[in-house]
Nanobody, 125 residues
Framework: QVQLVESGGGLVQAGGSLRLSCAASGRTFSSCAMGWFRQAPGKEREFVATISWSGSSTYYAESVKGRFTISRDNAKNTVYLQMNSLKPEDTAVYYC??????????????????WGQGTQVTVSS
């Protein structure tokens, strides 16, 4: 079992940056593929980025490619999402998610077993 706790959200102006962190408990973190998802009010949860358990493979949604970077530190049981050039449409609650015993997580939120409580990101224009 893995428990996930996100942090780092907040209010930022358009064009600014934020770094989200997701701290994981449990010994199986290094064998989990990890992902970031987001959900804006009135919208479905959508994929943002995913990273393989080794950190060597990443994949991004087209809407964030070139602006966001996902990374992980298995020694610290933490996954990060560096968000640059933020836009008002990036406003959402951001969730990290884990898929155990899987090299690559994918874009479907339904295949992830572990979820954090979410952290709010608000980008003002």
């Amino acid at each position: 079992q893995v428990q996930l706790v996100e942090s780092g959200g907040g209010l930022v102006q358009a064009g600014g940056s934020l770094r989200l962190s997701c701290a994981a408990s449990g010994r199986t973190f290094s064998s989990c593929a990890m992902g970031w998802f987001r959900q804006a009010p009135g919208k479905e949860r959508e994929f943002v980025a995913t990273i393989s358990w080794s950190g060597s493979s990443t994949y991004y949604a087209e809407s964030v490619k070139g602006r966001f970077t996902i990374s992980r530190d298995n020694a610290k049981n933490t996954v990060y999402l560096q968000m640059n050039s933020l836009k008002p449409e990036d406003t959402a609650v951001y969730y990290c998610a884990g898929r155990p015993s899987t090299y690559y997580g994918g874009t479907n939120p339904g295949v992830y077993d572990y979820w954090g409580q979410g952290t709010q990101v608000t980008v003002s224009s």
